[in-house]
């Protein structure tokens, strides 16, 4: 054995108690809250916590094994939000999470959001120039649920009155569409996120056939001149739906290159670190499908001329590249600043 393995042996014997002391305790408050510790514990907490931050130290200076380390940093992170971390009601929660913590990250996340975007982005493009290319390919892609009596064989009067909601039973038959479009999209985007775990190849799958699924439809209506009319309908809400699933397969993509590419760490610290940014990622998709879903059951029935539907689309998408690229900037760098200067006192 080593000099430098004799040394990292004898500093974890002397301080692994304290470790799993401050697990113990950890364990306890995070299952049933701070409020049920014993009086003892409740005393023992800072001490601990301080002991961590100085084993994290020292095991920082002498090179410990990168797993130790991990472990240290993620107990005294854990630590730390029981001493310090603000106690809030469900609003005050409710406020944080959407304020800072969503688009945080989705901030975190923005290279596998890009990365979902493209493969969607491609299965559009896939569908849509092979079914402009001989018409057979609509029936691949498109079930006859999603079809909803859209085929090859509609006229541009059929089509664009279903566009327009207008005719008899055109409303009524854009409504199960739509309904059947939205429960599509949403399903796609939760798969995504369980599916990570997967090693990634089913996300991008998914992602590549809601691509071919919009591609067919949108090449189905350019043959018939419907181009503007069709993609201001599907933009209205879809720049919102459609960013939700995207946003979703972000968040599979997360886990699935903490597994795959788990770099210095090991797979399992990356997943629980990554873990929690696609949950909140998810939790926060709620929110854009519920959003997606009043535009759908009300915008997109008030509101028939195209311009009119670009116009909300535009802004209702602008809106939430502000809210990804700056909400919560400001008061998540004061947090952390503070975190770290208790930190550093402790």
């Known amino acids: 054995m080593t000099a430098e393995n004799l040394k990292s042996y004898a500093f974890r014997r002397e301080r692994e108690a304290s470790w799993r002391d401050l697990e113990d305790i950890l364990l306890k408050a995070e299952a049933r809250g701070s409020g049920r510790l014993t009086a003892k514990q409740l005393l023992q907490l800072p001490g601990l916590y301080r002991s961590a931050l100085s084993s994290l130290s020292v095991a920082r200076g002498i090179s410990l094994d990168v797993n130790a380390v991990s472990y240290l940093e993620s107990l005294a992170a854990r630590a730390y939000l029981q001493i310090y971390g603000v106690r809030t009601g469900f609003w005050g929660g409710f406020a944080d999470f959407f304020g800072v913590g969503f688009p945080a990250a989705i901030r975190r996340a923005k290279w596998h959001i890009l990365a979902s975007a493209l493969f969607m982005a491609l299965g559009v493009v896939t569908s849509f120039f092979l079914t402009l290319g001989n018409e057979d390919w609509f029936y691949t892609f498109i079930s006859d649920d999603m079809a909803q009596g859209r085929t090859p064989a509609s006229t541009r009067g059929e089509l664009l009155e279903l566009l327009n909601h207008s005719g008899n039973g055109a409303s009524e038959a854009m409504y199960v569409f739509a309904t059947f479009l939205f429960t599509h999209n949403a399903a796609i985007g939760m798969l995504c996120f369980a599916l990570g775990f997967a090693f990634g190849l089913p996300v991008m799958l998914l992602l590549f056939y809601n691509g071919l699924t919009l591609g067919a439809l949108a090449a189905l209506h350019e043959s018939h001149g419907l181009s503007l009319e069709f993609w201001a309908w599907i933009a209205i809400h879809g720049s919102t739906e459609l960013l939700a699933v995207i946003i979703c397969g972000g968040a599979g993509l997360l886990l699935a290159t903490s597994l795959t590419f788990p770099g210095t760490h090991s797979r399992l610290a990356n997943l629980a670190l ?32 195209p311009s009119w539907r670009y116009l909300i689309a535009a802004l209702a998408l602008a809106g939430w590249l502000i809210y990804f690229a700056h909400a919560g900037k400001r008061l998540a760098g004061k947090h952390n600043a503070g975190k770290a200067g208790k930190a550093g006192h402790g």
């Open 274 to 305: 990554n873990g929690r940014i696609a949950a909140r990622i998810i939790m926060g998709a709620v929110l854009l499908f519920f959003v997606a879903g009043l535009l759908e059951g009300g915008g997109r029935q008030l509101v028939i001329e």
